[in-house]
């Protein structure tokens, strides 16, 4: 019995060592999507400590594809390959405990109909932001953009109220993939070192490899995320990437463009001037359709400007500003709120929601 009893003492250290070095290994965040084309999409995950990459994933729950990344690692991004165009699939995280099986959906050719949801200003990331992103969830968009200022401060413990409210309380992160631009809340002060590069892969740019402004096509639609905290005045680099980008994608039917600081806006912060006398003449010229802002919490809207539509969407959770009315404004609403834009080949139909459900201003434009 004595001998029992010493191997329990001797064993039980290892037993414990054993069960904190699982629940190490649990996720600190639960997964979340970015990057979503017609064949591959992101998948993207923090550990409590440094370990290997593992993902299966298929068009069933028993999944038959599967990606292994051995280097050891807190910040996991992982890129699913060999996927078909508008098709259901299931995935699932083996790195460390296995979580449950989750569902995206990959993006659809061009001239096929999708949706999206626009909105920004999530900071701090409380109530508000779940009711928006409930109703986000409700209108099944196959991608999400946010316009900035995800969180209240680039620390970890408000990036990790972030994730809580995208994984945890939603379950958006997990099921729909999201595209951001970074705002004056993000770490615009810690430059490349901002931990908003660390937990968000977006796409990189050909010309300089940044992920501080970046391009993407889905169906017929070129989109363009620009950063209003890099100079983007003539010969910097950022308006160069950008004419050029226009220009490369002057094919598409439909561009848009998304970015913090709003060209017009009669809000709190009001219209950023120099943005608009430099940038607006190449989305003139460059035959933009939509430039949506955030910053400003509310929604705005203005007429179209030499065949550009304006729209400040900085409702997703921080307390609303007040506005006035402008000579060129169409709407005006001060609510938490997201827009829905559906999307056709020769058809974009706008739709701010409210985070109560009800509908605001809603129009369309046609090519």
């Known amino acids: ?13 290892c037993f414990l060592v054993l069960a904190c070095m699982e629940t190490h290994h649990n996720l600190s965040t639960r997964p979340y999507l970015s990057q979503v084309k017609e064949n591959s999409m992101v998948v993207s ?14 068009e069933t729950e028993t999944y038959g594809l599967s990606v292994r990344v051995d280097k050891q690692t807190r910040f996991h991004s992982v890129t699913l390959t060999g996927l078909k165009p508008s098709r259901e699939y299931h995935y699932r995280i083996l790195s460390g405990k296995m979580t449950r099986d989750y569902v995206f959906h990959t993006a659809v050719k061009p001239g096929e109909p999708f949706t999206f949801a626009v909105y920004g200003d999530t900071r701090p990331n ?74 968000f892969v977006l796409p990189v740019n050909d010309f300089y490899r940044s992920e501080a402004y ?35 994608s002057a094919h598409c039917k439909w561009k848009m463009v998304f970015l913090h600081e709003p060209l017009y806006s009669t809000g709190k912060h009001g219209s950023n001037l120099r ?17 949506f802002s955030g910053h ?25 500003y007040y506005a006035t009315k402008a000579q060129w404004a169409a709407a005006i609403d001060q609510s938490h709120h997201f827009c829905q834009v559906r999307m056709t080949d020769d058809r974009c139909e706008v739709t701010m929601i409210r985070a109560d459900g009800t509908t605001g201003d809603r129009f369309v434009l046609t090519r």
């Open 126 to 199: 409380d109530e508000n932001h779940v009711r928006v992103l409930r109703q986000i969830l409700k209108t099944q968009p196959l991608f999400i953009v946010n316009t900035g200022d995800l969180t209240k401060d680039d620390k970890e413990t408000y990036w990790q109220d972030y994730f809580s409210v995208i994984c945890d309380k939603t379950g958006a992160g997990e099921i729909i993939p999201i595209y951001s631009t970074m705002g004056n809340h993000d770490g615009i002060e810690h430059g490349s070192d901002a931990l908003y590069f660390k937990y």
């Open 214 to 248: 970046y391009s993407f096509n889905i169906g017929s639609a070129h989109f363009i995320a620009l950063n209003s905290y890099l100079p983007f005045d003539p010969g910097s680099p950022q308006y160069e990437w950008l004419a050029e980008d226009l220009r490369k």
């Open 45 to 58: 995950w923090q550990t409590s400590v440094p370990t290997s990459s593992v993902v299966e994933y298929g």
């Open 1 to 13: 019995m004595l001998n029992v009893i010493k191997k329990i003492k001797f064993l039980l250290p």
């Open 275 to 291: 943005e608009r006398m430099i940038l607006s003449p190449l989305f003139e010229q460059g035959g933009v359709a939509l430039v």
């Open 296 to 320: 400003d919490h509310l929604y705005e809207r203005t007429e179209r400007i030499k065949g550009v539509t304006y729209i400040v969407t900085g409702g997703g959770g921080s307390s609303l």
